[in-house]
């Protein structure tokens, strides 16, 4: 049986726009938006 550690971040990381809203998901740690170049967030759980 293989357990996985509930604490382990995922593979992908979601994030959000502060600026323009939008949701994307990424590989690497990102700073602004790939569209409008706002500052974006960590969103842990999407929005939907």
């Known amino acids: 049986m293989v357990r996985s550690d509930s604490y382990t971040p995922p593979a992908t990381s979601r994030y959000e726009c502060t600026g323009c809203l939008s949701r ?11 569209e409008c170049g706002e500052p974006v967030r960590n969103v842990a759980v999407p929005r939907e």
């Open 24 to 34: 994307f998901e990424s590989d690497s740690h990102l700073v602004d938006c790939p």
